[in-house]
């Protein structure tokens, strides 16, 4: 998975993942920088929440992961 902002929403802060349960699978300080990539690899199949921390704000969204 690659997380990308725009120059207009800054540079990526933090990313945070959670399971559907709640649980915190993930959490990294990028380190400002515009472009990451996570490898979800080892995620169990299922729905995640995202949310991604720029210098302007935070972004929200869900993830499924589904791996034949």
Do not use: A, H, M, P
């Not at 207009?8 to 699978?25: C, F, L, P, S």
């Not at 169990?44 to 972004?59: A, F, K, M, P, R």
Request: proline fraction near 0%.
């Amino acid at each position: 998975v690659v997380f990308e902002v725009s120059e207009t929403e800054g540079k990526i802060e933090r990313i945070r993942i959670w399971d559907i349960t709640g649980k915190e699978v993930f959490r990294s300080n990028v380190g400002n920088d515009n472009l990451y990539q996570l490898n979800i690899s080892n995620f169990i199949n299922g729905v995640y929440l995202v949310e991604v921390q720029t210098e302007s704000g935070v972004w929200k969204s869900k993830l499924v992961k589904n791996s034949l």
